[in-house]
T-cell receptor, first 115, second 115 residues
Framework: AQKVTQAQTEISVVEKEDVTLDCVYE???????LFWYKQPPSGELVFLIR??????QNEISGRYSWNFQKSTSSFNFTITASQVVDSAVYFC????????????FGDGTTLTVKP | GAGVSQSPRYKVAKRGQDVALRCDPI?????LFWYQQALGQGPEFLTY????????KSGLPSDRFFAERPEGSVSTLKIQRTQQEDSAVYLC?????????????FGEGSRLTVL
């Protein structure tokens, strides 16, 4: 069975601080895909990144970076120099071969960035 | 339209009523998904279409839930004899590729409240 755990329910930081959101996943498949989505107060989830299980290279996109470590089954997300507009709920998700087409989401981490 | 459109945005139903939720995916997107999101939780998979074919309906909670996509574009999620536990946000997402792990484009959701 596939499972995604986001242990941090809520995080609050002050603007310009760096913040890391943790994601731990479980799957029996060797081929799988990991995702991060952002859900602002408007409610619409927005895709941020996808990684496949064969690509462990870390990725940086502007102030966002992702650290994928198969050894610890983690796919953590770091926001550098956070801004108030980063305030949202962030979800980590997993698709594996056994459950093709079906994304399993964590329960999300609510990030509040205070000015 | 440019994005996934869902209607109604808000629906209040009396217990026992039937409701229908509509999703209009991004034009040309082959795959369409329905998710249920309870307050404070991540989206939970309900069902998945590829064109008009419903490939996976394993997440539908009961036989009161029914989804269709007769012409491979617009989809309707129908809930019969609504119960209070059906109260949630129902998210529709579409995806371009026919493969298993495409990024999802979400609508803003339909918030159902059953009294």
């Amino acid at each position: 069975a596939q499972k995604v755990t986001q242990a941090q329910t809520e995080i609050s930081v002050v603007e310009k601080e760096d913040v890391t959101l943790d994601c731990v996943y479980e799957t029996r498949d060797t081929t799988y895909y990991l995702f991060w989505y952002k859900q602002p107060p408007s409610g619409e989830l927005v895709f941020l990144i996808r990684r496949n299980s064969f690509d462990e290279q870390n990725e940086i996109s502007g102030r966002y970076s992702w650290n994928f470590q198969k050894s610890t089954s983690s796919f953590n997300f770091t926001i550098t120099a956070s801004q108030v507009v980063d305030s949202a709920v962030y979800f980590c998700a997993l698709i594996d071969n056994t459950n093709a087409g079906k994304s399993t989401f964590g329960d999300g981490t609510t990030l509040t960035v205070k000015p | 339209g440019a994005g996934v459109s869902q209607s109604p945005r808000y629906k209040v139903a009396k217990r026992g009523q039937d409701v229908a939720l509509r999703c209009d995916p991004i034009s040309g997107h082959v795959s369409l998904f329905w998710y249920q999101q309870a307050l404070g939780q991540g989206p939970e998979f309900l069902t998945y279409f590829q064109n008009e074919a419903q490939l996976d309906k394993s997440g539908l909670p009961s036989d009161r839930f029914f989804a269709e996509r007769p012409e491979g574009s617009v989809s309707t999620l129908k809930i019969q004899r609504t119960q209070q536990e059906d109260s949630a946000v129902y998210l529709c997402a579409s995806s371009l590729p026919t493969g298993r792990a495409g990024e999802l484009f979400f609508g803003e959701g339909s918030r159902l409240t059953v009294l």
